[in-house]
């Protein structure tokens, strides 16, 4: 019985293998992805050969086995042999496994070795990871920026119609140039989490306090999804990865335009200091801000999670003590979840967030907070 | 204390405390057996329901019925009580009940030790149960605890989970050092070692495991307990600690302990199929060296769990092909039993058609850990579903299988009478096609690309999740058909057996009378 849900399985997978050549997952994805780099490539062969081993050890074993539940029942009149050991035959079974097992080890270790050299890179990416998102500092430019689930809380909470890409979107997506070798450095800012994208075969833990290195050359431009993969707290479920593959002149004018973007924000942010905002506009950025950056622990009602996360709305924090209040937001808690937004948000965005967070859910301080107050803040003032 | 003291000393008079006290004082290893099947069966159910709460938030995309945080609580209660409080207690409760039985001695060698290890167990699970109820709620970091999700970023329960991964530890060791002090002494004369029944064998050599490795365990727990409130860095890079440095430790612990959840099994599987195949098992002598190199192989293959950590490219293929070498005496394992089966007079009585559900269910089990064991293509395969799939088919079809099979095969002679077959049959079939429609479309969406521990997934995977949770209710509520026939049989309902109760049955448990008399082998018998 099982070695027939075997055979049946196994042609199943030949038969999505050959269906799945298109980059749209299907709702019955039985297999591995093949994968768009020749280090996927040779995985998801790799991933076959095993599979097809297996296939065949179990229909031999089940096959015995069945042929014995059949033919050698007492109700068909089965007589007991007297036999109970055999050396010739337990060595047989010994030794052959183990032959089989060099026909595995032998091309999985010349895929790791490959897999593992991530030496001579053309591009490189610092990745970190930190509680609920993913950070991405292209090395060799003046690039970096974060980038967070995309999906609204609506459709999570089931109000919303849930979209094609449901939890495996992003708002600012990674980049990078087809046809060369990229490397990922991969670190964390707090827990362990783990920077995954199936179609590179690119799994790898990001660790507090070091650095991993992984790698990948991608040929055919597009966008390719995964998720984090290593427990990383309430949200584990809520950082996907989304990477775009781009061919290089279009990565290039890409990434200089985001360049120009970046250091015009700077200048901008420099103007913003000699000006007072409303407390009309702090409110509405600071909301939009509040909800991507800070519900997810604060919890949208501000009343955060007893035991686990602060409450903001009614603390004492965010009635009164405004330069802790700036300050924690800015430079975050060590020790703790709270992270250090200083680096995450413009000042503009700090600004109105700790305004909003001060003024919301009945916390009406009246008081406004202004880009120069964050500054005077950051450079430790 | 005292009245226990007293009754230990002059029990043969056979006035034994009756009631609660009776269970409190007892210092029988057929009565603490009970206790720990009872207390492992009520784990099960307790552990059970949280993986119904995890299959019903899973039944559909999109947050249902629980918050993402308490639904990691309910994925590392569940780990910690189905290991923890079902299958290593239930296996600690059969060879209470057996191990003197087989060997022919009287009762274990510390019988007082016996009682407290039983019974500090239900303190340890009433604290971590109870750790649900704080404010923050229970651990919520895994079964795995990895740091620093469970150090610096925990809730304060994890003081309390510390504590009852401690007491859970000390249970262990008590329980492990009392098997190898009553196997290596109290055999009967003749009773040689290469004439001990493989039960006594497996769990013989599963209690050194646990004298190894539980140690091991409560070091990790005790540094996550520093690093949390008394402010080392063991796990910290910031204070030079490091925090992969705990998986190497949490693992260590960790691989030994899957054997130690599955050689016990083994021994079960060895002692039912030559039964109801009516002939020897095959291959005595190299079941008993397979065991043996499992257990040591196991302490060097720690770091399959850890491929994605980023070790050095010679660690990966050590532990690979380590990893790989354990497959051969587990092949050889599998290989003895269809051996024995082969050319024997074969019937299907309940406990055979577990066994059997077992070989064919743990092979796959085995054989997807052998996909898993090779480095490159883990990487694709680690913290999906694939694992998840993998664990559950050698634990539930292996281990928690093979304890059905004990329970149906020996209960008889426990009470004296035959259980009710019929149910028993439904329990099985029930068991049989469930555990597989829950556990085996695992496979596809592991492998389609979901992860393992999230609450919540993308659409693709919708259709399979709840074909899962379908199969995962239905096996839930087939276990009341066990608990039915268990119910039934405490009650002494059923025809009487005989003393070998299983035509075919060998060993010196099925010489003693049915029910098997509240002290046994009181002069030892003498085996030849
Ligand atoms: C042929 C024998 C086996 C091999 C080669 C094997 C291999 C592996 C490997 C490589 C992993 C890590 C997968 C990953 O996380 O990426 C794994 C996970 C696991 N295995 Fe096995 N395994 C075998 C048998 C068993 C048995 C007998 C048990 C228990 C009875 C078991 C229980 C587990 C558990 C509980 C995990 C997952 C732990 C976790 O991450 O929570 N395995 N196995
Ligand atoms: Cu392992």
Redesign the pocket.
């Known amino acids: 019985m099982k070695n027939t849900l075997y055979g049946v399985l196994g042609s199943l997978l030949s038969v999505t293998a050959f269906a799945d050549s298109g980059a749209q997952k299907d709702q019955y994805q039985l297999n591995l992805s093949k994968g768009v780099t020749d280090i996927s490539g040779q995985v998801y062969d790799l991933h076959m050969l095993m599979f097809y081993i297996c296939v065949a050890i179990a229909l031999v074993v089940f096959g015995v086995m069945f042929y014995a539940m059949y033919f050698h029942r007492k109700s068909r009149g089965a007589k007991p042999a007297h036999f109970h050991e055999s050396v010739k035959v337990e060595i047989a079974w010994t030794v052959v496994p183990f032959i089989i097992l060099i026909f595995m080890a032998v091309p999985a270790a010349k895929t790791l070795i490959a897999m593992e050299d991530s030496s001579k890179a053309d591009v490189t990416v610092l990745v970190t990871g930190s509680q609920w998102k993913w950070h991405y500092k292209y090395m060799d430019r003046d690039l970096s920026y974060y980038s967070l689930l995309a999906t609204q809380p609506e459709q999570i909470q089931n109000k919303f119609a849930k979209g094609e890409n449901y939890l495996l979107e992003v708002d600012r997506p990674l980049v990078i140039p087809t046809g060369k070798k990229v490397r990922f450095l991969i670190t964390s800012d707090d827990v362990i989490h783990s920077w995954w994208v199936p179609d590179f075969a690119v799994k790898k833990d990001a660790n507090p306090g070091f650095i991993n290195e992984a790698w990948t050359r991608v040929d055919q431009p597009g966008i390719y999804r995964g998720q984090c993969a290593e427990l990383c707290g309430k949200d584990h479920g809520f950082m996907p990865v989304v990477v775009i593959a781009k061919d290089p002149a279009e990565y290039e004018a890409w990434v200089s335009e985001q360049e120009a973007i970046q250091r015009k924000a700077k200048e901008e942010e420099q103007k913003l200091l000699a000006m007072n905002m409303s407390m009309e506009e702090l409110m509405s950025v600071g909301e939009r801000v509040y909800n991507t950056s800070c519900a997810a622990c604060h919890m949208p009602n501000g009343e955060g999670l007893p035991g686990v996360f602060p409450a903001l709305k009614g603390s004492d924090m965010a009635l009164n003590d405004m330069p802790a209040h700036i300050d924690i937001v800015v430079n975050g808690k060590s020790g703790t979840a709270m992270q250090a937004f200083g680096k995450q948000l413009s000042l503009k965005e700090l600004a109105a967030v700790i305004t909003y967070e001060r003024n919301a859910w009945g916390n009406n301080t009246g008081d406004t907070v202004q880009a120069k107050d964050v500054n005077a803040v950051m450079n430790g003032q | 204390m005292s009245t226990a003291t007293e009754h230990a000393h002059d029990d043969h008079h056979h006035h034994m405390p009756t009631g609660i006290k009776r269970w409190i004082f007892t210092t029988n290893h057929k009565d603490i057996g009970t206790l720990y099947l009872w207390f492992a069966f009520i784990m099960f159910l307790v552990g059970g329901a949280m993986a119904m709460v995890i299959r019903a938030e899973l039944f559909q995309p999109g947050l249902q019925i629980v918050e993402p945080n308490f639904f990691n609580q309910m994925t590392t209660v569940h ?1 910690l009580i189905m290991v923890f409080g079902a299958v290593m207690p239930a296996f600690t409760g059969l060879a209470n009940w057996l191990v003197p039985m087989m060997i022919g001695a009287p009762d274990m060698a510390l019988p007082r030790m016996n009682n407290w290890s039983f019974w500090i167990l239900p303190f340890a699970f009433i604290i971590l149960l109870a750790s649900l109820f704080m404010e923050g709620g229970g651990p919520a970091f ?3 605890f990895y740091a620093p999700l469970s150090t610096t970023y925990s809730g304060d329960s994890t003081a309390l989970f510390v504590f009852s991964v401690h007491i859970m530890g000390i249970s262990s060791i008590m329980g492990a050092i009392n098997v190898i002090v009553t196997i290596w002494n109290m055999r009967a004369p003749g009773m040689t070692w290469m004439k001990m029944p493989l039960f006594v064998w497996t769990w013989l050599i599963t209690a050194f495991l646990l004298i190894a490795v539980m140690p091991v365990l409560a070091g990790a727990v005790t540094m996550v307990l520093t690093d949390k409130f008394f402010g080392t860095s063991f796990f910290d890079a910031a204070g030079g600690g490091d925090p992969v440095m705990f998986q190497h430790i949490f693992w260590f612990f ?1 691989h030994p302990e ?2 130690i ?2 050689l016990p099994a083994f021994g079960i599987i060895s002692q039912i199929v030559p039964t109801f195949s009516r002939k020897k098992l095959f291959g005595y002598a190299s079941m008993v060296y397979a065991t043996t190199s499992i257990a040591l192989l196991s302490f060097i293959v720690w770091a ?2 850890m ?1 994605t950590t980023g070790m050095p490219v010679a660690a990966e293929l050590f532990f690979m092909i380590a ?2 070498l ?2 051969v005496p ?1 092949g050889v394992k599998v290989f003895n039993w269809v051996a024995t089966m082969w050319r024997g007079s074969l019937t299907f009585e309940v406990p055979m058609l577990f066994a059997l559900a077992f070989i064919v269910l743990f092979t796959i ?2 054989l997807s ?2 996909m ?2 090779i480095t490159p293509v ?1 990487f694709q ?3 999906t579903y694939f ?1 998840v799939a ?2 559950h088919y ?2 539930v079809s ?2 928690v299988f093979s304890i059905m099979a004990a329970v149906y095969y020996w209960l008889p002679k426990w009470t004296g009478k035959m259980f009710d077959v019929t149910l028993a049959k439904w329990h099985f079939w029930c068991s049989l096609i469930s555990v597989n429609v829950l556990f085996f479309p695992m496979h596809f969406i592991g492998l389609a690309g979901m992860p393992r521990r999230i609450p919540d997934y993308a659409l693709q995977f919708a259709d399979f999740n709840k074909w899962i949770s379908i199969g995962g209710f239905a096996f839930g509520l087939s276990q009341l058909i066990f608990l039915a026939v268990v119910i039934k049989a405490c009650r002494k309902q059923g025809e009487p057996v005989s003393d070998q109760v299983w035509e075919g049955a060998e060993g010196l448990e099925w010489e003693i009378p049915s029910p098997a008399p509240y002290h046994t082998f009181e002069t030892p018998p003498v085996v030849k």
């Open positions: 780990g895994g079964w795995t960790g899957v054997y959840m599955i399959h769990h491929f990893t790989m354990i497959s587990t089990g085995g850990g052998l898993l064991a883990d395969y680690h913290d694992v993998h664990f050698v634990l292996g281990a």
